[in-house]
């Protein structure tokens, strides 16, 4: 059964640093491109960071470069995003996905709030 189980959201204050985790099970994870994408209230779930399956290829967000970095550990089936200098507007549902040509999977997503 396949399954992306995301952790380490929370409530944090602005500046703060959070990291996020999502842990896969079910399927071979070391061929998948992993992904990070938040959804904010009334807004479409957008993409955070990529990671491809060798970890050689990255991308990010416009809206994160330089503060978020996404990795993976293909020994423990997990990626990870260290969320650093984190601001207001960064408060969304964070999910992970899982992505190759046959097959495209979703976390339940994990909440990130970023608040006084």
């Known amino acids: 059964q396949v399954q992306l189980v995301e952790s380490g959201g929370g409530l944090v204050q602005p500046g703060g640093s959070l990291t996020l985790s999502c842990v896969a099970t079910?399927?071979?994870?070391?061929?998948?491109?992993m992904s990070w994408y938040c959804q904010a209230p009334g807004k479409e779930r957008e993409l955070v960071a990529s990671i491809a399956a060798t970890g050689r290829i990255i991308n990010y967000a416009a809206f994160v470069k330089g503060r978020f970095t996404i990795s993976r550990d293909n020994a423990k089936n997990t990626v990870f995003l260290q969320m650093n200098s984190l601001k207001p507007e960064d408060t969304a549902v964070y999910y992970c996905?899982?992505?190759?040509?046959?097959?495209?999977?979703w976390g339940q997503g994990t909440q990130v709030t970023v608040s006084l």
């Open positions: 079910g399927f071979t994870f070391s061929t998948y491109t």
């Open positions: 996905r899982a992505l190759q040509r046959t097959g495209d999977y």
